[in-house]
């Protein structure tokens, strides 16, 4: 569905990610891990479009996105959340969601109806899924941390893309607070048959969740694979799980 | 959740306040009802330019420019051509969004203060052409004694229409405010990046915005000629466009109605502090360095925050 060929982006003479490759099938939950700075958030901000590479190709379904602009990448089918919570922190926990929505059923240049009639019952059945409906009233910015990662992804969902690209979902969060947003991930991928591309820095979480690794450093990917494949590699072994894992 | 679009009492309050303006013209004396038509006008433009500023979040630092454009459209076409005037009426506003829109074409593609820079040097080449083509805008003279229809020329009957199209023009661009494209308007504000994200053409939707603010800018124009007969290029002048967006700040850019009221405040007091002079701009300059300090949402800001504190319901901008 997604993939990414020998993609390299610098910043000035830095190689932020250099020569990476990914490939995600239809119903996957692809990880990518690697320490911090090895440009995961990076290649997120390739794919999404917010960012240009200087080489390589990216195709979303054969298609070729890498000139696209962001929104644009949105509209085939492509929706993403932040790992800094990127939400609009002066409109209710409602119009969050809402905006997405009615951006995906292109209403959202309706002049003459008031909005409080338009793509609610979509906007709601998605605050009812994630567990947000009873602080739809609520201003988005007085959410909890926690509260705020779990609207991040429901703003992404209100796009019904096919593709869903988390960018570290849990960081911040409680131990409990991961082990549900994750069951909540994994939940949205069979009940919305989500392809989900995701990163995430615990490796339990990872190992659990994940059908397929991709396994960064440096810019480069090292290695994609099965969990089994990628937890048996000797170079990922001592790179990065320390050979504890 | 699901209310009405405009609640009963605001409704009710809005009813009262227009009831009471109609029925002004029949106590006041004549120069209180000049200035009061006249505040209507400003109104009108300051209500256009927060469409932009307080719900798009652009910082549209030369709006005073449309304004002009369409005061002088309407001007020229009432004194240059036998045209029917209802057709200058109609031209005028469609001039100043057009205007609007190829000015933010370019200005789009920037944020933020640049954004703001540019619109002032594109801004500023519309008011020197107004200013020096002698020929057709009569330079610094600018344009008097335009011939306005019978219907309207004299005060009252031209109170009238200008309060009527005021109270029009802020219905609908009440309904435009929340409507999809104003929520989606106010979502750019908040976070353009966001918005491209989950899909949303964030130029397109600042330009629509841009082309209806400039446009009721245009209208707000050919309203001032009604009142004043005349134009000049003061109109299109930076120092007026920097009057307007303090009227914005200083009525609350967060309110739907706040900038009505800042431009009730900043036309009473330049008229009755009889102070149109230079020291104008420095008056204007002390007004916006209190306000940044002491009121920074603006009056309705600050008194619905009050009001807020009381009732306890949470609100959004
Ligand atoms: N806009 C930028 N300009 C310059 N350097 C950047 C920019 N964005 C990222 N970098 C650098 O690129 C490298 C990769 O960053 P990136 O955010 O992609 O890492 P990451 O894998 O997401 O890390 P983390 O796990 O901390 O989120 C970092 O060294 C970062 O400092
Ligand atoms: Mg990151």
């Keep these: ?245 | 959740m699901r209310q009405a679009i405009i609640n009963k009492n605001s409704l009710l309050v809005s009813a009262g306040i227009l009831i009471v303006l109609a029925c002004l013209p029949l106590v006041l004396p004549k120069f209180y009802v000049y200035v009061l038509a006249l505040i209507f006008v400003t109104a009108l433009l300051a209500m256009s330019l927060n469409m932009v500023v307080g719900h798009g979040g652009m910082y549209q630092f030369h709006h005073g420019v449309f304004y002009g454009i369409g005061a002088y459209t309407l001007a020229l076409m009432l004194t240059k051509t036998s045209l029917p005037a209802w057709l200058g009426f109609a031209a005028a506003p469609v001039c100043s969004a057009l205007a609007g829109v190829l000015i933010g074409l370019f200005c789009v593609r920037l944020t933020k203060l640049y954004f703001g820079m540019l619109q002032i040097s594109l801004g500023s080449l519309v008011w020197a052409i107004a200013f020096r083509w002698y020929a057709l805008t009569g330079g610094d003279d600018g344009i008097h004694g335009v011939p306005i229809p019978d219907g309207i020329a004299s005060l009252i009957p031209s109170y009238y229409f200008i309060l009527f199209l005021l109270a029009a023009s802020l219905a609908v661009m009440y309904l435009i405010l929340k409507s999809p494209f104003g929520n989606t308007l106010r979502a750019v504000r908040d976070n353009p990046e966001r918005c491209e994200a989950v899909g949303i053409n964030v130029r397109f939707h600042q330009l629509v915005a841009i082309a209806i603010a400039t446009f009721f800018a245009g209208l707000a124009g050919t309203l001032f000629v009604v009142v004043e007969g005349s134009v000049f290029p003061d109109l299109l002048f930076w120092v007026l466009s920097l009057e307007v967006f303090i009227m914005c700040l200083l009525g609350g850019w967060f309110t739907f109605a706040g900038p009505v009221l800042g431009a009730a405040i900043i036309v009473a007091l330049r008229t009755f502090a009889g102070v149109y002079t230079e020291y104008w701009t420095l008056i204007l300059g002390v007004i916006l360095i209190l306000l940044i300090f002491f009121l920074p949402e603006g009056v309705m800001g600050f008194l619905e925050e009050k009001f807020k504190a009381r009732t306890q319901t949470t609100s959004e901008r």
């Excluded at chain 1, 397929?212 to 000797?234: L, Y």
């Design chain 1, 1 to 245: 569905m997604l993939l990414v060929e020998n993609v390299t982006k610098s910043f000035g003479d830095f190689l932020a990610v250099h020569e990476a490759s990914l490939r995600v099938d239809k119903g996957d939950l692809v990880a990518v891990i690697g320490p911090n700075g090895a440009g995961k958030t990076t290649l997120f901000n390739l794919i999404c479009g917010q960012l240009q590479p200087d080489k390589g190709r990216i195709t979303f379904k054969e298609e070729d996105i890498i000139a696209l602009p962001p929104h644009r990448i949105c509209r085939r089918g492509i929706a993403r959340s932040f790992q800094i919570a990127n939400i609009f922190p002066r409109l209710s926990v409602f119009r969050n969601v809402q905006v997405s929505v009615l951006s995906q059923q292109r209403k959202s240049t309706i002049l003459f109806r008031p909005a409080q009639t338009i793509a609610v019952k979509e906007t709601r059945d998605i605050l009812d899924d994630v567990g947000l409906a009873d602080k739809a009233t609520d201003v988005a910015g007085s959410l909890s941390h926690g509260d705020q990662r779990i609207l991040e992804i429901a703003i992404a969902l209100g796009n019904q893309p096919e593709l869903i690209i988390l960018d570290e979902p849990t960081a911040g969060m409680s131990p409990e607070e991961t082990a549900g947003t994750m069951a909540l991930v994994r939940r949205l991928a069979e009940d919305r048959g989500l392809t989900i591309l995701f990163c995430e820095h615990d490796m339990d979480v990872v190992f659990d969740v994940a059908s397929s690794i991709m396994v960064m450093r440096h810019g480069e990917t090292i290695i994609q694979g099965s969990p089994e494949t990628v937890r048996a590699n000797a170079e990922v072994q001592q790179a990065y799980l320390g050979g504890a894992a």
